[in-house]
T-cell receptor, first 113, second 115 residues
Framework: DTAVSQTPKYLVTQMGNDKSIKCEQNLGHDTMYWYKQDSKKFLKIMFSYNNKELIINETVPNRFSPKSPDKAHLNLHINSLELGDSAVYFC????????????FGPGTRLTVT | AQSVTQPDIHITVSEGASLELRCNYSYGATPYLFWYVQSPGQGLQLLLKYFSGDTLVQGIKGFEAEFKRSQSSFNLRKPSVHWSDAAEYFCAVGYSSGGSYIPTFGRGTSLIVHP
C-alpha cells in the first residue's frame, strides 16, 4: 500500500487554467504538507496543515489554495496558472506537528504552457 | 533565519569507493538535522536524522552522518558506494516555532556512480 499518494502524476495545462492536485495519506498522520520543487531541484515548503487546520503558509500567492477535507487528505488548487508555476509538487505527511520524519509522495510534475 | 548549504552540486564516485556529502547549516540554536534521498522520479526518503545525543548517527542503506557543532556541519558518509546509490541527496534543518515546524532544505547534491 502506498503511504502517501498523489494524483495526477503528470499535469500539462495552459496558462490561465485552474487545476487541482490531490494528496492522500494512509499512515494515520496528523500533519500534511505541500512542497514545490523547481527546475534546479530547490525544495521549498508551501503549506502545512495539522488536523485540517492551516499552520504554515509560506508567502505563497493566493492563487494557490490548499484544502483539507479530513486528516488524510490535503488537496492543492491553483487558479489562473502561470508559466512560473511549472514545477514538481510534493505532498508529505508526518505523525504530528513538530520535528518528525516526513513521508513524501511521488510528486506531481506540473507543466504550464 | 536558518539556512542550509550543500556546496557540491554534483559528486562523482566509482562504485565501491567511499563517499562524503557536505552540509553546513546556519541556525542560532540546536538544530534538528536530516538527510533525505530522492531517486529519479520519486519522492524524498529519510536516510537519517539528528535531534540530540550521540553526534554520529546511523541511517538506512549503510549511511551515517556526523554532527559537528563547531563547524556547523552535518556531513553524510558511506564507506562503499553501490550503483543504486545514484540519486539526489538533500540536507535539511528544521526548527520548531510556535508549535509549527519549519523545514529548510539545501539545494541538493547529485551523486553519480561510475561502474
Amino acid at each position: 500500500d502506498t503511504a502517501v499518494s498523489q494524483t495526477p502524476k503528470y499535469l500539462v495545462t495552459q496558462m490561465g487554467n485552474d487545476k487541482s492536485i490531490k494528496c492522500e495519506q494512509n499512515l494515520g498522520h496528523d500533519t500534511m504538507y505541500w512542497y514545490k520543487q523547481d527546475s534546479k531541484k530547490f525544495l521549498k515548503i508551501m503549506f502545512s496543515y495539522n488536523n485540517k487546520e492551516l499552520i504554515i503558509n509560506e508567502t505563497v500567492p493566493n492563487r494557490f489554495s490548499p484544502k483539507s477535507p479530513d486528516k488524510a487528505h490535503l488537496n492543492l488548487h491553483i487558479n489562473s496558472l502561470e508559466l512560473g508555476d511549472s514545477a514538481v509538487y510534493f505532498c508529505a505527511s508526518s505523525q504530528r506537528l513538530g520535528i518528525y520524519e516526513q513521508y513524501f509522495g511521488p510528486g506531481t510534475r506540473l507543466t504550464v504552457t | 533565519a536558518q539556512s542550509v548549504t550543500q556546496p557540491d552540486i554534483h559528486i562523482t564516485v566509482s562504485e565501491g569507493a567511499s563517499l562524503e556529502l557536505r552540509c553546513n547549516y546556519s541556525y542560532g540554536a540546536t538544530p534538528y538535522l536530516f538527510w533525505y534521498v530522492q531517486s529519479p522520479g520519486q519522492g524524498l526518503q529519510l536516510l537519517l536524522k539528528y535531534f540530540s545525543g550521540d553526534t554520529l548517527v546511523q541511517g538506512i542503506k549503510g549511511f551515517e552522518a556526523e554532527f559537528k557543532r563547531s563547524q556547523s556541519s552535518f556531513n553524510l558518509r558511506k564507506p562503499s558506494v553501490h550503483w543504486s546509490d545514484a540519486a539526489e541527496y538533500f540536507c535539511a534543518v528544521g526548527y520548531s516555532s510556535g508549535g509549527s515546524y519549519i523545514p529548510t532544505f539545501g539545494r541538493g547534491t547529485s551523486l553519480i556512480v561510475h561502474p
